[in-house]
């Protein structure tokens, strides 16, 4: 089955400066791959997600990019913020239906 | 319009016990997943249902687990025979329609079991 790595555990980062998040998977049939932030007791909430036919994808400040060969994706934030402050997930699946495999999450600090 | 709602928001019971946790999908969601979060973990899959019935519960981890979703919308996970490390966040998500990946999550139910 899926199995996805996620790195690093933890990242501080100073306002403005920008933090990224890598993660790998290792089933070659994965195509779908969302990015979750969850803040200390609340639900995951989906901030950008990219299928595999694309190879980045960007929102405002936030980005992620997916190297299919490698299969790795990557989550970039700039100009970070203190509200950027939470856990963030990746996750991969097949789209057929399949549940999301989760990382382990980034626990990432934004210091004002 | 109204997102995934669970109840309840936390629940303690004591060793042995049996617990059901709701789930309330977003309406019209024809697939409907259950997730358990360990604490400093990613969520982990349970078991996942496309309308009234099972697709997978590969993630059930034995036979104390149960989970029903009768009319295909409302689901409820059940427990038997409560054991200490069941304590977890129980996470419910639904998306729309078949193929379509978006998985929309619930508050979810705090377990805890003393």
């Known amino acids: 089955g899926e199995n996805v790595e996620q790195h690093p555990s933890t990242l501080s980062v100073q306002e403005g400066d920008s933090a990224v998040i890598k993660c790998t998977y290792s089933d070659s049939a994965s195509n779908y791959f969302p990015w979750y932030k969850q803040e200390l007791g609340k639900r995951p909430q989906l901030i950008i997600d990219i299928r595999s036919n694309v190879g980045e994808k960007k929102d405002q400040r936030i980005a992620v990019t997916l190297n299919k060969t490698a299969k790795h994706f990557s989550l970039h934030i700039t100009e970070t913020q203190p509200e950027d402050s939470a856990v963030y997930f990746c996750?991969?699946?097949?789209?057929?239906?399949?549940?999301?495999?989760f990382g382990k999450g980034t626990r990432l600090s934004v210091i004002a | 319009g109204a997102g995934v709602s669970q109840t309840p928001s936390n629940k303690v019971t004591e060793k042995g016990k049996y617990v059901e946790l709701r789930c309330d999908p977003i309406s019209g969601h024809t697939a409907l997943y259950w997730y358990r979060q360990s604490l400093g973990q990613g969520p982990e899959f349970l078991i996942y249902?496309?309308?009234?019935?099972?697709?997978?519960d590969s993630g059930l981890p034995n036979d104390r687990f149960f989970a029903v979703r009768p009319e295909g919308s409302v689901s409820t996970l059940k427990i038997q025979r409560t054991e200490r490390g069941d304590s977890a966040v129980y996470l419910c998500?639904?998306?729309?329609?078949?193929?379509?990946?978006?998985?929309?999550f619930g508050p979810g139910t705090r377990l805890t079991v003393l």
């Open positions: 996750a991969a699946t097949y789209s057929g239906n399949t549940p999301l495999v």
């Open positions: 249902f496309q309308g009234t019935g099972a697709a997978d």
């Open positions: 998500a639904s998306s729309p329609a078949r193929g379509a990946s978006e998985q929309f």
